[in-house]
């Protein structure tokens, strides 16, 4: 249970990324997925451990359910190449819907780290997103310094259609997505316990933001009693 085996396995199919190869090899990837899947395990509990709105559904979602397989889907991807030479997880019994947001997980040769984030697709999320922030910027602003966060994401160089120049969310507007990540460093990875304390620091750091990205897209409850006959 080492990071050695899923590094070894991950440099040698980047540089023999075809089928055959895959299949002849099929054992190696076998152990090193084992290995990472133990890994997805103990992080799962520091996720839950974050009281996030799925925790009672992630404490019984399998850690396989967790991971993306590692064949690359190539009719959506610029890359050709049939493997994705990395594993990675996405700590959310939702992993499809992509709601509530949660943590994603990528370990490889040629790197390692953990983050959250928003990625919008579709139109109609970026305006709910970029709606959002407009009315609650300060509190992003908040969150950012408080937490030391470096936020990139797909960004605009103008100012979106319907908001003011000067409008006081600024550069927050231009985004059509916000992500924030850790590299994991050397020491970091000396074990997969040491691994998944320095991810549950991390994701303490970026939890508030974890956060204020679901809310975006989360309604607010109708109150009955407000109603106005």
Not at 2 to 29: P, Q, S
Request: glycine share 4%; proline share 6%.
């Amino acid at each position: 249970m080492n990071f050695e085996r899923i590094f070894a396995y991950t440099r040698a199919l980047e540089e023999n990324n075809g089928r055959t190869w895959f299949h002849d090899n099929h054992r190696d990837y076998e152990l090193a997925k084992e290995d990472f899947t133990l890994l997805v395990d103990m992080l799962k509990y520091e996720v839950i451990k974050l009281d996030t709105e799925f925790s009672e559904s992630l404490l019984f979602t399998e850690p396989k359910a967790l991971m993306y397989r590692i064949p690359r889907d190539t009719r959506y991807s610029k890359n050709k190449e049939p493997y994705n030479p990395s594993f990675r997880a996405y700590f959310s019994p939702f992993k499809k819907d992509f709601l509530p947001f949660s943590y994603y997980l990528r370990i490889a040769h040629d790197g390692c780290r953990i983050g959250t984030g928003v990625w919008t697709w579709l139109p109609e999320q970026v305006n709910t997103l970029r709606s959002y922030v407009a009315r609650n910027f300060e509190e992003l602003d908040m969150i950012v310094a408080e937490g030391n966060l470096q936020l990139s994401g797909e960004k605009l160089k103008r100012m979106p259609r319907g908001y003011e120049e000067d409008h006081p969310a600024g550069e927050w507007l231009k985004h059509k997505s916000f992500f924030v990540s850790y590299d994991f460093k050397p020491e970091d990875l000396e074990s997969f316990e040491k691994c998944a304390e320095v991810s549950a620091e991390v994701m303490r750091r970026f939890e508030p933001l974890r956060r204020y990205f679901t809310a975006a897209f989360t309604p607010v409850p109708h109150d009955d009693e407000f109603d106005i006959y």
